[in-house]
Nanobody
Framework: QVQLVESGGGLVQAGGSLRLSCAAS????????MGWFRQAPGKERQFVAR????????DYVDSVYGRFTISRDNAKNTVYLQMNSLKPEDTAIYSC?????????????????WGQGTQVTVSS
C-alpha cells in the first residue's frame, strides 16, 4: 500500500523552528529519493529539498539553503525536514513525495507518490 503521512506542522513565530516528518510505507520508501515541496495560497507548488536514497546527496531551493536540512532514516522509512530561522514567506502546505528514482530531483513530474501535506504557518 502506498502511503506517505506528514506530521510536525503548526504555527510558529518568525525566527522559530519546526521539524517535519514523513512516514512512508516500505514499498514507497525503499530505494527511492525523497523530496519536500510546498504550496502557498495562490501559488504553484515549489520544490524545497530532496535527499537521495543513500542520504549522501541533498539539494535545496536557494531560499531555504542554510536554514532547512533534509535527512532520512531508512530503518524507519521516514524523511525529515528541519526548518530553522523560519520566515513568514515560508508559510505553506508542505508535502513529501517519493521519487521514481534513487536520486530524485527538483521536478514534480519525477515524483510518483505524494502525501496529503501539513500546514506550516509563520507569523511575523
Amino acid at each position: 500500500q502506498v502511503q506517505l503521512v506528514e506530521s510536525g506542522g503548526g504555527l510558529v513565530q518568525a525566527g522559530g523552528s519546526l521539524r517535519l516528518s514523513c512516514a512512508a510505507s516500505r514499498r514507497t520508501f525503499s530505494g527511492k529519493g525523497m523530496g519536500w515541496f510546498r504550496q502557498a495560497p495562490g501559488k504553484e507548488r515549489q520544490f524545497v529539498a530532496r535527499v537521495s536514497w543513500s542520504g549522501g546527496s541533498t539539494d535545496y531551493v536557494d531560499s531555504v539553503y542554510g536554514r532547512f536540512t533534509i535527512s532520512r532514516d531508512n530503518a524507519k522509512n521516514t524523511v525529515y525536514l528541519q526548518m530553522n530561522s523560519l520566515k513568514p514567506e515560508d508559510t505553506a502546505i508542505y508535502s513529501c513525495a517519493a521519487a521514481t528514482s534513487p536520486y530524485g530531483n527538483r521536478r514534480t513530474v519525477d515524483y510518483a507518490y505524494w502525501g496529503q501535506g501539513t500546514q506550516v504557518t509563520v507569523s511575523s
